[in-house]
């Protein structure tokens, strides 16, 4: 069985087909906080919703029909309301809706992940007409535990070297950034670079590459061609176990060109 459909193309009309198996889903790296979602559709040809629920939340529906109907309803008043605002720069489905797979980690469209949580990734398509098909595609997932570190950290700079000596060997992230890179970017503000950095790292999936166990060090010359004599430098640092698992130390040196 298809939902076939017909539309008008200039004085022709064309097919418009979306199978049963329209969308491909699946949800994948289950952290606390964290999942990545794979939504590929069979062609491009057709506009899909996605999000994730929870379980809790998907059960006061009365069936997956109703649902559909339910988040359908929801997102044009949403897009009402932006386009009345001045905010949508396209048409609902343009704005609403996706057409391409998507394979990158939960961007959050809806709610924040939460951990020890039963979750469903969804997925609905829309026929030609931008109707949704009344087909549900779901996948159950839950978060594990939270994971947490009693890491601390010593931090130092020594001439051109940042290094960081933690006390145990639970996995940590740092960076750093010069107070002039701070006020200009991010408000003078390092916690703000440093969950930016981190959010970086994580939607282009190289997070792993920036992950440290035991001392590390780094030259910061292999990000900055120079340094002002007195600038000062802010090193961040956090244990860090696919989602922060301690709070960010943040540590202000002065460089010294002489050293």
């Known amino acids: 069985m298809a939902f076939a459909l017909c539309f008008a193309a200039s004085c022709q009309k064309q097919e418009f087909v979306i199978s049963d198996d329209a969308l491909t889903i699946e949800a994948k790296n289950v952290y ?3 999942v990545w979602v794979d939504i590929i559709p069979e062609n491009n040809d057709f506009y899909y919703y996605y999000d994730i629920i929870t379980v809790d939340d998907f059960n006061e529906h009365a069936s997956d029909v109703e649902f559909i109907r339910y988040e359908d309803e929801l997102n044009r008043e949403v897009y009402d309301i ?8 396209g048409s609902y489905e343009e704005v609403m809706l996706y057409r391409f797979a998507i394979l990158e ?20 398509a829309y026929d030609a007409d ?3 098909v009344e087909k549900l595609y779901k996948v159950k997932f839950t978060t594990p535990k939270e994971i947490v570190s009693d890491n601390t950290f010593t931090v130092s ?19 750093f950034a010069t107070e002039r890179e701070l006020e200009e970017s991010y408000y003078g503000n390092a916690l703000y670079y440093f969950e ?7 939607q282009y999936d190289f997070i792993s590459e920036e992950v440290s166990v035991g001392p590390d060090s780094c030259d910061i010359f292999d990000y900055y061609d120079s340094l ?32």
């Open 82 to 89: 932006i386009a009345e605002l001045g905010y949508a720069d």
């Open 157 to 175: 700079l020594d001439g051109n070297y940042v290094s960081v000596i933690p006390s145990n060997d639970d996995q940590y992230i740092f960076d």
């Open 130 to 132: 931008i109707k949704p």
């Open 196 to 202: 930016q950095m981190i959010n970086v790292y994580e």
């Open 105 to 124: 980690p939960y961007a959050g469209n809806n709610l924040i992940l939460e951990p020890e949580t039963d979750y469903y990734l969804y997925a609905f």
């Open 32 to 34: 606390a906080y964290s």
């Open 228 to 259: 002002d004599d007195g600038e000062k430098l802010y090193v961040m640092v956090a244990g860090y176990d696919h989602g922060l698992t301690t709070e960010v130390s943040i540590y202000e040196f002065t460089y010294s060109a002489g050293l």
